[in-house]
């Protein structure tokens, strides 16, 4: 290479380099004195001195007598959760057997439905035994409302609302002309409800609820066997609790009301003891499967489902 060339070379390299920026993160570290903290000296304990204040085994030298028996602690809060739950359903108060959500799904349900049976007067005359079906539904639904115990939508116009479906149920007996448009008068009141519309009463309501008439006792047998059939299919297999969980936390629901509501003062039997004793036992069996929905529990689901099984079947063959 020539002298002049390797000349070049060396005053390029040297401007670049000169001409390059220096950045903060590749500027070398100032010298600093780092300095250090005095700390405290670890503790030491004369074991002379601390031998007879900590115990060398805490289970050998510190208890005395038997060891708590923690199985009969579980099993005595066991006790206590069942006993909770029947004393809840025997309370009477019906914010612990149905949840207000229950209650409201239901009466949206059974709107959708009268939205598709009350359209014409022929179809009326084919389906009313249908409509009175979910009329008379409605009727006991917002007869629980009005005694309802908590928080609950439709309280304000619960009273005005079960005389008129009350009303409407004994109209669509019979697939009258003047029953279909009473019917289709109560089914856009219905409307206006669900919508958080408000609703009035031609004549004035009764402050006290007549539970022989607002819940006519044959439409809920129907409901209830319905329920039980569809229960016992819902809980014949684990994977058919897990696909089903909602509609068996919702039947529960309604069959522990209903088990509640064929008692009440007035209803047919609602005196007679054996009758009495069906009832609590469907009640309580309902309300063990909605804690096991809670809890994901198919074992004991299945169990509290046989249990309102057995109470059905131990009705029919006494009261059939």
Same mark, same amino acid.
């Given at each position: 290479?020539?002298?002049?060339?390797?000349?070049?070379?060396?005053?390029? $390299?040297?401007?670049?380099?000169?001409?390059?920026?220096?950045?903060?993160?590749?500027?070398?570290?100032?010298?600093?004195?780092?300095?250090? &903290?005095?700390?405290? $000296?670890?503790?030491?304990?004369?074991?002379?001195?601390?031998?007879?204040?900590?115990?060398?085994?805490?289970?050998?030298?510190?208890?005395?007598?038997?060891?708590?028996?923690?199985?009969?602690?579980?099993?005595?809060?066991?006790?206590?959760?069942?006993?909770?739950?029947?004393?809840?359903?025997?309370?009477?108060?019906?914010?612990?057997?149905?949840?207000?959500?229950?209650?409201?799904?239901? &009466?949206?349900?059974?709107?959708?439905?009268?939205?598709?049976? &009350?359209?014409?007067?022929?179809?009326?005359?084919?389906?009313?035994?249908?409509?009175?079906?979910?009329?008379? /539904?409605?009727?006991?639904?917002?007869?629980?409302?009005?005694?309802?115990?908590?928080?609950?939508?439709?309280?304000?116009?619960?009273?005005?609302?079960?005389?008129?479906?009350?009303?409407?149920?004994?109209?669509?007996?019979?697939?009258?002309?003047?029953?279909?448009?009473?019917?289709?008068?109560?089914?856009?009141?219905?409307?206006?409800?669900?919508?958080?519309?408000?609703?009035?009463?031609? *004549?004035?309501?009764?402050?006290?609820?007549?539970?022989?008439?607002?819940?006519?006792? *044959?439409?809920?047998?129907?409901?209830?066997?319905? $329920?039980?059939?569809?229960?016992?299919?819902?809980?014949?297999?684990?994977?058919?609790?897990?696909?089903?969980?909602?509609?068996?936390?919702?039947?529960?629901?309604?069959?522990?009301?209903?088990?509640?509501?064929?008692?009440?003062?007035?209803?047919?039997?609602?005196?007679?003891?054996?009758?009495?004793?069906?009832?609590?036992?469907?009640?309580? $069996?309902?309300?063990?499967?909605?804690?096991?929905?809670?809890?994901?529990?198919?074992?004991?689901?299945?169990?509290?489902?046989?249990? /309102?099984?057995?109470?059905?079947?131990?009705?029919?063959?006494?009261?059939?």
């Amino acid at each position: 290479m020539k002298p002049h060339l390797l000349i070049n070379l060396l005053a390029c $390299a040297l401007t670049i380099t000169l001409c390059q920026p220096t950045y903060s993160w590749q500027d070398k570290p100032k010298s600093q004195t780092v300095k250090r &903290v005095k700390r405290a $000296a670890r503790p030491t304990f004369d074991p002379r001195a601390s031998k007879d204040i900590f115990f060398k085994d805490v289970y050998a030298e510190g208890t005395v007598g038997q060891r708590p028996d923690v199985s009969a602690l579980a099993a005595k809060s066991t006790k206590l959760a069942s006993s909770d739950t029947n004393d809840a359903g025997s309370s009477g108060t019906w914010s612990q057997i149905i949840d207000a959500a229950v209650i409201e799904d239901e &009466v949206k349900a059974l709107q959708q439905e009268l939205n598709t049976l &009350v359209t014409t007067p022929v179809m009326f005359q084919t389906k009313y035994n249908d409509v009175n079906e979910r009329f008379e /539904v409605l009727s006991m639904l917002f007869a629980i409302v009005r005694e309802y115990d908590g928080d609950i939508r439709w309280d304000e116009h619960a009273p005005t609302a079960q005389i008129l479906f009350q009303q409407a149920a004994v109209s669509s007996r019979a697939g009258t002309a003047k029953g279909f448009q009473y019917c289709k008068a109560r089914k856009e009141d219905l409307q206006e409800l669900v919508r958080g519309g408000s609703i009035a009463a031609a *004549s004035q309501i009764p402050e006290s609820i007549d539970w022989s008439v607002a819940a006519n006792r *044959s439409p809920i047998m129907v409901r209830l066997e319905a $329920a039980n059939e569809d229960l016992k299919r819902m809980t014949s297999s684990a994977a058919e609790f897990q696909s089903n969980t909602e509609d068996v936390f919702r039947l529960s629901n309604l069959v522990a009301a209903m088990a509640k509501v064929i008692v009440q003062d007035g209803m047919p039997e609602a005196e007679e003891e054996s009758y009495l004793e069906f009832s609590e036992k469907m009640k309580t $069996a309902s309300l063990e499967l909605k804690s096991a929905v809670k809890l994901n529990d198919f074992e004991a689901a299945s169990k509290a489902a046989n249990a /309102v099984s057995q109470s059905c079947a131990d009705c029919h063959s006494e009261w059939r």
